[in-house]
């Protein structure tokens, strides 16, 4: 099965501040098939970016994806309060479909 | 607008079965794909199963393969996981998620979540 590893662990930054998160596959992604999540507590993750760069419905545009083959990041722009939360990497191009272990962005 | 409600909190001891129920409005349910997706205390999200509501065929990863069961009732718009032979390691959330098509897929819509709670 596919691994995926994200990086960092944790990144602490200040609102309007630019996050760059990482998330590297073990093996070549398929389709570029590779989505990102955000889970903030005691809640379902959140659909953000399909396809590795494509945003879902009614996500700002903050948030890009971009990356293929191994290597996907996901950039927020300018961070606002309410997108300090975990986010997750997801391909779904190979069974069984996997995630990363997350990436936390917390408030600085 | 689509909504997954998912059946209240369970505890269990080694050795049991559990039954989560995911009831699916707002959509044509035998149209998207349901997955089970669990997350364990600080562990990563993991992908158990899926079953395509119209036809019911299902996939397993072959971790759970052999003591995970998904299952549909379509008149009731609803999808079942049942987890056997339940470990403390089981010890889980367990949330449902709608596919965006009838083949694996990623998720656009997930329920609120299960905690299922194994301990003697």
């Given at each position: 099965e596919i691994v995926l590893t994200q990086s960092p662990g944790t990144?602490?930054?200040?609102?309007?501040?630019?996050?760059?998160?990482?998330?590297?596959?073990?093996?070549s992604v398929s389709s570029n098939f590779?989505?990102?999540?955000?889970?903030?507590?005691?809640?379902?993750?959140?659909?953000?970016?399909?396809?590795?760069?494509?945003r879902a419905t009614g996500i700002p545009d903050r948030f890009s994806g971009s990356g293929s083959g191994t290597d996907f990041t996901l950039t927020i722009s300018r961070l606002e309060p309410e997108d300090f939360a975990v986010y997750y990497c997801q391909q779904y191009g190979s069974s069984?479909?996997?995630?990363?272990?997350g990436t936390k962005v917390e408030i600085k | 607008q689509v909504q997954l409600v998912q059946s209240g909190a369970e505890v269990k001891e080694p050795g049991a079965s559990v039954k989560v129920s995911c009831k699916a409005s707002g959509y044509t349910f035998s149209s998207y794909a349901i997955h089970w997706v669990r997350q364990a205390p600080g562990q990563r999200l993991e992908w158990m199963g899926w079953i395509n509501p119209g036809k019911g065929n299902t996939q397993y990863s072959q971790k759970f393969q052999g003591r995970v069961t998904i299952t549909r009732d379509t008149s009731a718009s609803t999808a079942?996981?049942?987890?056997?032979?339940?470990?403390?390691e089981d010890t889980a959330i367990y949330y449902c998620a709608r596919d965006i098509a009838v083949a694996?897929?990623?998720?656009?819509?997930?329920?609120?979540?299960?905690l299922v709670t194994v301990s003697s």
């Open positions: 990144l602490s930054l200040s609102p309007g501040e630019r996050a760059t998160l990482s998330c590297r596959a073990s093996q590779l989505a990102w999540y955000q889970q903030k507590p005691g809640q379902p993750p959140r659909l953000l970016i399909y396809g590795a760069s494509s069984p479909q996997t995630f990363g272990q | 079942y996981m049942e987890l056997s032979c339940l470990k403390s694996p897929d990623y998720f656009d819509y997930w329920g609120q979540g299960t």
